[in-house]
């Protein structure tokens, strides 16, 4: 499995911003796809994880209302649809996957995806 992530950049607090993750390879043994951020100093962090059997969503608290996680079925794409972006949200932005079915206790695992995209930077200017 292959990930590709864009959609980063530099926007002001209060817009918003999509980061897209595409699939390819066997993206069909994929059973979860997750958003992790890493900013300066920080450990990474999971954003947002999608389930695609159950297709159930998954987010932090720090982004729930604000973010949402969708997934397009026919090309294999995850969205990260970010809303009302604060400064805070200012990260290298990773998308990841697991060929596992996930229960909801490990998706804030790093360790539990094997697959990794290369990151997009997202910065927020106050």
């Known amino acids: 499995v292959q990930l590709q992530a864009s959609g980063g950049g530099l926007v002001q607090a209060g817009d918003s911003l999509r980061l897209s993750c595409a699939a390819s390879?066997?993206?069909?043994?994929?059973?979860?796809t997750g958003w992790f951020r890493q900013a300066p100093g920080k450990e990474r962090e999971l954003v947002s994880a999608?389930?695609?059997?159950?297709?159930?969503?998954h987010y932090a608290d720090s982004v729930k209302g604000r973010f949402t996680i969708s997934r397009d079925k026919v090309d294999n794409t995850v969205y990260l649809q970010m809303n009302n972006l604060k400064p805070e949200d200012t990260a290298v932005y990773y998308c990841?996957?697991?060929?596992?079915?996930?229960?909801?206790?490990?998706?804030?695992?790093?360790?539990?995806?094997?697959?990794w995209g290369q990151g997009t930077q997202v910065t927020v200017s106050s």
């Open positions: 999608i389930r695609w059997s159950a297709n159930s969503r």
């Open positions: 990841a996957a697991t060929t596992s079915r996930l229960i909801v206790s490990t998706l804030f695992q790093s360790g539990a995806y094997e697959y």
């Open positions: 390879g066997r993206a069909v043994s994929i059973g979860v």
